[in-house]
């Protein structure tokens, strides 16, 4: 069974430009979370995903950060414009079913893009 | 708003050490604790999920514990080898269903065993 694709793996940019990353989850799995995790610290989740639809972005900054998911399977989750602080590993990580019964909420995560923001 | 917290940040071991991890949280209605290893530049590997209503949870030389009305979880890792350096992380997950299954994590603890 093939995992959650990333890309880019790795991208550097200067402050106030754009970016966007992509993300293909694992195919059936209706649920798909973006991560951010900055450096030495564990990953805080951007937005939820249930198909198409948002579930949960409460800690997304949306005045520069934008996420989609059209047609329910890949997601683009862009920044603009970046600041030096979102210099992080972004993580997209996908489930088979949100909420339910226990064996469908196991998340299975992506290898991460990792963002330098000079 | 649950907070996680795992001390140490990082741990050093000679090869054969038991190694313990320690995950605390505030809030105790959880529905399940999850421990998760991340190698570097790499995304994160399930280890072992322990649900609310048990006390711990075995998978070959790693066992976890939860005590949830303490807000704690240990992970032990029986005859430390040097490929179990990485960093681990702990993560629960909270009660409330319309939020999904959102998983809070903690910082990690980074591991690293000395040949």
């Known amino acids: 069974e093939a995992g959650v694709a990333q890309s880019p793996r790795y991208k550097i940019i200067e402050k106030r430009q754009s970016v966007a990353f992509w993300c293909n989850p694992i195919s059936g799995h209706a649920t798909l979370y973006w991560y951010q995790q900055i450096l030495g610290q564990g990953p805080k989740l951007l937005i939820q995903?249930?198909?198409?639809?948002?579930?949960?972005d409460s800690q997304l900054p949306k005045d520069r950060f934008s996420a989609e998911r059209l047609k329910g399977v890949d997601s683009t989750l862009k920044i603009q414009p970046a600041k030096l602080e979102d210099s992080a590993v972004y993580l997209c990580?996908?489930?088979?079913?949100?909420?339910?019964?226990?064996?469908?909420?196991?998340?299975?995560f992506g290898p991460g893009t990792r963002l330098t923001v000079l | 708003k649950q907070e996680v917290t795992q001390i140490p940040a990082a741990l050093s071991v000679p090869e054969g050490e038991n190694l313990v991890l320690n995950c605390s949280f505030t809030d105790s209605a959880i529905y399940n604790l999850q421990w998760f290893r991340q190698d570097p530049g790499k995304g994160l590997t399930s280890l072992l999920l322990?649900?609310?209503?048990?006390r711990e949870q075995t998978s070959g030389r790693l066992n976890a514990s939860l005590d949830k009305s303490s807000g704690r979880s240990t992970l032990y890792i029986a005859a430390s080898q040097p490929g179990d350096s990485a960093t681990y992380l702990c993560?629960?997950?909270?009660?409330?269903?319309?939020?999904?299954?959102?998983?809070?994590f903690g910082g990690g603890t980074r591991v690293l065993v000395k040949p």
């Open positions: 993560a629960v997950r909270g009660m409330i269903k319309a939020a999904g299954n959102k998983l809070t």
């Open positions: 990580a996908s489930s088979l079913f949100s909420g339910g019964a226990i064996s469908y909420n196991e998340q299975f």
């Open positions: 322990i649900q609310s209503s048990q």
């Open positions: 995903f249930q198909n198409n639809g948002v579930v949960d």
